[in-house]
């Protein structure tokens, strides 16, 4: 019989800490934006604290002068930050992720000591080979070529000295949350992911252990991020479960697609924030995304501090997808 694992319903009532988490290996875009804007208004209208996080886990990709760009193009935006960024801020940090292997060796240690994690040395093009036909979004499922057929109940795995990914059992369970923009969610891990990594077998720290342990540690008590996460949600959830730390709330935005409904990317570079920086004032921006937010009924230009009393995830739309073409 399948059980249910519920992320608590309890409405938050202390000081609201959110967190904008980019990824320094290219150019923000307006979908970049888009987030870090809801985030920060979603904590500044209730009095509350926001993060800047480098996530630079991809270390050949990322590049510090990236990082810098990001902060100047917050900056240019009005977008402070209370804590982190480059120069640490706050007693939290570091706050770029390449700088916290021992803090994500030791929450992957108290899983190992329990016997949660076992060794897997699939390729990513065998998983993809087990792959039903129409499963094409872009989301893996691990048929669990490698997993034990029996659990043993207390080998610890050696976290350590690696010799293949380390993967994290998951039971057939629903994860059931409310997201403050998608409602009600139940999505159950076995089948939309099944087991998976911890870390790569070069070293690299996967990201659903990294952004655990990184929210909890530095105190968010609300992530905003796109739809596209919406899935991870439910295996973030099950982490906090297991490490013991309180699960925050989860607000989650339409993607801003281009003129054809796709998603924007790096490479998208009208979109990106050098281009919009040549051609728009910050209001021009501002009153763009508020818009797209549903904050203002017109996409005029507005300045931060008004769009602060408009704040409402009620307003935000929950649809996949929101045009962002003529800013």
């Not at 193009?73 to 209370?82: F, I, K, R, V, Y």
């Not at 409602?183 to 077998?201: E, P, T, Y």
């Amino acid at each position: 019989m399948e059980t249910q694992t519920h992320a608590s319903e309890m409405p938050f009532t202390g000081v609201p800490k959110g967190r904008f988490a980019p990824s320094p290996s290219g150019r923000m875009h307006l979908g970049n934006l888009f987030t870090a804007l809801v985030s920060w208004l979603s904590v500044k209208s209730r009095g509350g604290k926001w993060v800047l996080r480098i996530e630079d886990l991809d270390r050949q990709r990322s590049r510090e002068e990236y990082a810098m760009q990001i902060e100047d193009d917050l900056l240019w935006l009005g977008l402070e930050w209370d804590e982190g960024g480059l120069k640490n801020i706050g007693d939290a940090g570091p706050y770029c992720q390449s700088m916290r292997d021992e803090i994500y060796a030791d929450a992957l240690r108290s899983i190992g000591d329990r016997g949660l994690l076992y060794p897997c040395r699939c390729r990513r093009a065998d998983i993809l080979a087990t792959q039903a036909p129409h499963q094409s979004d872009g989301r893996v499922v691990y048929a669990g070529t490698c997993r034990p057929s029996e659990r043993p109940p207390f080998l610890k795995t050696d976290v350590d000295n690696l010799v293949a990914a380390l993967r994290l059992y998951v039971p057939d369970e629903n994860i059931c949350f409310t997201d403050l923009v998608f409602g009600k969610q139940s999505i159950n891990l076995a089948r939309h992911c099944g087991d998976f990594v911890m870390r790569r077998a070069d070293g690299a720290w996967a990201y659903q252990l990294a952004v655990v342990v990184d929210d909890a540690l530095m105190g968010v008590t609300e992530v905003v991020r796109g739809c596209d996460l919406l899935i991870s949600t439910a295996q973030q959830i099950y982490l906090y479960s297991l490490l013991g730390y309180d699960t925050p709330e989860f607000m989650h935005l339409p993607l801003i697609c281009n003129h054809l409904g796709q998603r924007l990317s790096k490479r998208d570079a009208m979109m990106d924030v050098g281009t919009l920086r040549k051609n728009f004032t910050a209001r021009e921006v501002l009153g763009r995304l508020a818009y797209m937010a549903r904050l203002i009924p017109e996409p005029v230009p507005i300045g931060l501090g008004n769009l602060i009393p408009e704040f409402s995830v009620e307003r935000i739309p929950a649809v996949g997808c929101v045009i962002g073409e003529g800013v």
